[in-house]
């Protein structure tokens, strides 16, 4: 097993020790207070120089020493642990922008009106934006307004019209889909723990509710989408650097959408009202898995890339399709 180090910090490749200190930091940091002051607009700095100090903010750059798949399960990790920052796209524009130092970095992605969208842009040194050509490009943000999103983000909306473009090796489009598919994946797993914890803890007619047999039938249909949604988006990280990485990819985001429209309908049935108020974390998780749904292509958008794609196959032999579904290279 190789070796890396990450600010002084020894830490095995391809192993579990990266993932487990970023466990530790995020519960340490990642309380309901952080959330909810987040939530209402206060960038978490003791969280974001935790991260600075522990080196994970460098993760995913070329010459990090750690394995590109380990920053997406760091990003997992992240999004199950609630971290209320834009982890992943800081990490990629770290790694696109090339920096080394310890500033936060943001990436939005360009909409029909031509406006990009930044959460936590407004806190950022540099921002990025993907464009409708899948391009990157440098934003100028003196002149952005504020927003927020559906997450409880607070973000800087900018005109993305003529800034200047980055290049990179990497398809951002692919690399920043993936990164939302792993915050999905940690965010369902949290959804569905949040969920199993209340139901044994809530009472009704002197027994937990996680005995009643609509409850666990709920369950059981929550746990059957996370673990379908965590394997697709398992299965795409392993795809990294290899040809069919777009149309795993694009399985993994079907997956996560449709689980997470699922699971969050089921986990707020279990909770009840209670699910929704602010003082409960429940909302949290849910509120990103209904904002992450679109970013960097919606449902329908992956969808027809992989039908296309199945469609090629099968018009020259449709046994194509069952070598494609069946195989993975």
């Not at 692919?174 to 994946?185: E, F, G, P, Q, Y």
């Amino acid at each position: 097993m190789s070796t890396v180090t990450v600010n002084d910090t020894l830490l095995l490749a391809n192993d579990t020790l990266l993932l487990d200190s970023a466990d530790r930091l995020f519960g340490d940091h990642c309380d309901q207070s952080t959330l909810d002051q987040a939530a209402a607009g206060h960038f978490p700095e003791a969280l974001w120089q935790a991260i600075v100090t522990n080196g994970f903010h460098q993760v995913a750059r070329q010459d990090s020493g750690v394995a590109l798949s380990d920053a997406f399960h760091l990003i997992r990790v992240a999004a199950q642990r609630g971290v209320p920052l834009p982890l992943a796209e800081a990490l990629l524009a770290a790694r696109w922008l090339d920096s080394d130092g310890d500033e936060f970095l943001a990436i939005g992605a360009v909409g029909t009106d031509g406006r990009a969208t930044l959460p936590w842009g407004q806190r950022a040194a540099s921002c990025l934006a993907l464009t409708a050509q899948h391009t990157l490009c440098r934003l100028d943000t003196t002149a952005g307004s504020q927003t927020k999103n559906l997450a409880g983000e607070p973000c800087l909306i900018v005109d993305a019209a003529q800034q200047a473009a980055l290049t990179t090796d990497d398809n951002p489009l692919l690399m920043l889909a993936l990164a939302k598919a792993a915050c999905t994946a940690g965010a369902l797993e949290k959804t569905l723990a949040l969920s199993l914890r209340y139901v044994q803890e809530r009472h009704q007619f002197g027994r937990p509710i996680a005995s009643f047999q609509a409850i666990q039938h709920a369950l059981a249909v929550m746990a059957a989408e996370v673990a379908a949604a965590r394997q697709a988006t398992d299965a795409a990280i392993a795809m990294l650097a290899q040809p069919r990485l777009e149309f795993e990819i694009a399985a993994a985001r079907i997956r996560c959408a449709q689980a997470s429209t699922l699971v969050a309908e089921a986990a707020h049935q279990v909770h009840g009202a209670i699910g929704f108020t602010q003082e409960h974390a429940l909302q949290h998780f849910t509120r990103r898995l209904w904002a992450w749904r679109d970013d960097y292509g919606s449902e329908n958008y992956w969808q027809q890339v992989l039908g296309r794609h199945l469609c090629e196959l099968g018009a020259t032999d449709a046994d194509n399709i069952w070598d494609f579904i069946a195989t993975r290279y």
